[in-house]
């Protein structure tokens, strides 16, 4: 609500909450859980309203929430680089949201580095969302001030959204 406030104005969210059938009413707060299909209706209903198309609206949410994680978890981010920090997700960051939201259900993340300037990760999760995890990706590269490239791969067109692997590249020296 506040990406939206922010980049398209409050009416637009009046607009958009008047127009979305949404089960919480369009009420959220940082300590619920909320059904992921509200976001979807939200963002469709964004795009309607905009002209913007989907994939780029979840782009820019990606990198506002990106950048509301770098205020609120500093430490998340601290004394790491791009890939040591996308590492750092699974089996760090994931294990302290989960102390946090035990409900959570988040994506699950496996790496590969066949080299220092390679990062492979398979992505997959029970949410379409991996528009928005390379979004994050992106971000990610944004905030760590690197020159990498995102390669994305879809295994299987018919569950692209719900798992993909991702190549990240740094640039050569």
Partial sequence: MDMIEEKFGLTTIDKLLG????????????????????????????????????????????????????????????????????KSVEDYIHVEVKKLYPKAELPTFKYDEPSKDQLYVEYSSARPFSVLAKGLLQASVLHFKEDIDIEVEYPDETKKDYFCNFKLRRAAA
């Fill in 19 to 86: 127009a979305c059938p949404l089960h919480s009413g369009g009420v959220y707060t940082n300590v619920g859980t909320y059904d992921h299909q509200e976001i979807i209706t939200m963002v469709t209903k964004l795009h309607e309203y905009t002209g913007v198309p989907v994939d780029d609206l979840i782009v820019t949410f990606a990198e506002y929430l990106f950048q509301a994680f770098t205020k609120k978890y500093p430490v998340f981010f601290e004394g790491k680089d791009c890939f040591s920090f996308i």
